[in-house]
């Protein structure tokens, strides 16, 4: 079988997390993987960024040698927990901007921490030299890196529990994405 360039994307992932532990500033280059997939199935109607081009999909399925290779729950798969999970998910992401709007208004000081599964406050500040930008880029930079490297490593999880790529069933940019597809779908008929 013929590999193409994108078969390769995984090392983006292995790039965009060891650029963001050395200088968090790079963790706004995430707004790519959580922008395209959004812009691709608005235009094209389709979950091609999912199917082919995910990068953190790609590595789970590149590390599926350390899955246990069982079948995961039918409900991990199910609508109302994947909806679940993606309201919970945009919550979290909602935290994150209203907590950059804070530092932006003056209202609070910049964070230099990484919230690791939404609870755990890891100290990260030494990705950061304070006043190289202002500060609300920078927290937005350490609450986006955080949502990355969280949901990367419930994917690890779940792809070591059950068959690679579990985390793609319920992820939420593909729940996303989904959604607008169906949507658009109903719109064509």
Known sequence: MKKHWYNYLWIWTIIYFALGFFNILFAWLGMIDFLVPLFVALLKGSKAFCNRYCGRGQLFGVCGKCSRNTKAPRWLSSKWFRYGFLAFFLSMFGIMIFQTYLVAAGAESLREAIKLLW??????????????????????????????????????????????????????MGTMTQAICKLKAKEKL
């Open 119 to 172: 609870m755990f406050r890891i100290p990260w500040g030494w990705t950061y030299t304070a006043g190289t930008v202002a500060d609300w880029v920078a927290q937005f930079a350490f609450g986006f890196y955080s949502i990355m490297l969280t949901s990367t490593i419930i994917g690890f999880v779940v792809n070591i529990i059950f068959k690679p790529r579990t985390w793609c069933t319920f992820c939420p």
